[in-house]
């Protein structure tokens, strides 16, 4: 992964959006890649500024690794009141690590600390893992869903070409009370779905891709009380950004867009997608 985000951090910055009127939430980010600096850098002391000056005043800094979920836990505490941890093994994480367990066991530890709020973002991801690796990928998902629940905290899905076997391994153990499809990826049929069983779907700068309809017409039913918007910056800057270097001050952009094809004011949509992460993940002070 290390290769990856070094491409991305050397994109250029996308440029502010235009500044919302009532205050909201980005709901994943990972701000130590967009930054490449210690957890309580100015440098990532800016991007949070940036984001407050654009109407984004509270982030959720989420975890793929034992070490990077560390430093979440530490930006978390360096930032009160701004900034709430989520720790985890990513799924393309957990099948290469040298001692899975080792690296569980720090998750679990870390899971206790009282400014993360979330386990994720963990699930199952068949694009990148070969299949010989399947095996271990799903066997740290059902760790982490079962970690989720043994600590009453949200779980973070991060799903990529594995909608049902997602969804089973799910109904198999039993999902949490706040289960969260970051980055949703899935249908129509398949949000029918996760909204049924209540689960919440949280949309990135995916949404605005011209050759995203599926994703349009899911965020269309989503009720409003299981809905979130994130960034997963640095990655999938929205249009007419994309390919640029993504920050959490592109959520007004992206919540402009959900909006738009919802028929809904966007101080409104503001206003309630805010709440919905105060009520997912606690207050942030």
């Not at 920050?247 to 309630?272: N, W």
């Amino acid at each position: 992964m290390a290769d990856r985000h070094n491409r991305d951090i050397e994109r250029p910055l996308a440029p502010l959006a235009e500044p919302l009127k009532v205050m909201c939430v980005d709901a994943h980010a990972h701000m130590e890649i967009v930054t490449n600096a210690e957890p309580n850098s100015p440098e990532v002391a800016k991007v949070l500024a940036d984001a407050k000056s654009v109407g984004i005043d509270r982030v959720v800094q989420v975890g793929y690794s034992a070490e990077q979920s560390a430093w979440c836990v530490k930006c978390a505490e360096s930032f009160p009141g701004q900034v709430l941890a989520a720790v985890a093994l990513h799924p393309n994480e957990a099948p290469v690590v040298a001692d899975l367990e080792h690296d569980l066991a720090i998750i679990e530890k870390l899971a206790e600390h009282p400014r993360v709020r979330a386990i994720g973002e963990t699930g199952l991801d068949f694009f990148r893992t070969a299949p010989e690796l399947q095996e271990r990928q799903t066997y740290s998902f059902r760790r982490h869903i079962q970690l989720a629940k043994r600590v009453n905290k949200a779980l973070v899905i991060h799903d990529r070409d594995a909608h049902r076997a997602v969804l089973d391994v799910l109904i198999d153990e039993g999902a949490p009370d706040l289960t969260i499809f970051h980055c949703y990826s899935g249908d129509a049929e398949m949000a029918r779905e996760c909204i049924d069983k209540g689960y919440i779907l949280s949309f990135a700068g995916t949404v605005t891709f011209k050759n995203a309809p599926d994703l349009r017409e899911a965020v269309k039913l989503v009720p409003i009380d299981q809905l979130l918007v994130e960034t997963d910056s640095p990655f999938l800057a929205p249009m007419p950004h994309r390919g640029s270097l993504n920050t959490p001050a592109q959520i007004p952009t992206i919540l402009r867009a959900i909006a738009h094809e919802r028929g809904e004011d966007e101080d409104y949509l503001a206003s309630a997608i805010s709440d919905n992460c105060e009520r997912i993940f606690g207050s942030f002070a």
